[in-house]
């Protein structure tokens, strides 16, 4: 099962992370057909529902920093 944040382009281009709603999905992504490498960013791509203008993405999420249990 995978993990994906969402992310929101605006109108400008300006993108938002929006990490309070992960969530996991085993399924097709549906109409999140249009990839984005995305840089300075935790994930390094991300799927939107609209290639140009504004639109909400999916990106498998990449925990960043994460402590295992034993490195406590």
């Given at each position: 099962m995978t993990q994906y944040v969402?992310?929101?382009r605006?109108?400008?281009g300006y993108i938002e992370r929006k990490d309070y709603a992960i969530f996991n999905c085993d399924?097709?992504?549906g109409l999140y057909i249009h990839e984005e490498?995305?840089?300075g960013w935790?994930?390094?791509k991300v799927f939107w529902?609209?290639?140009?203008g504004?639109?909400?993405g999916l990106a498998p999420l990449t925990?960043?920093?994460r402590k295992e249990p034993a490195d406590i």
């Open positions: 969402p992310y929101v605006t109108a400008q399924e097709s992504l490498a995305l840089v935790p994930e390094p529902d609209h290639q140009t504004p639109s909400v925990l960043v920093n």
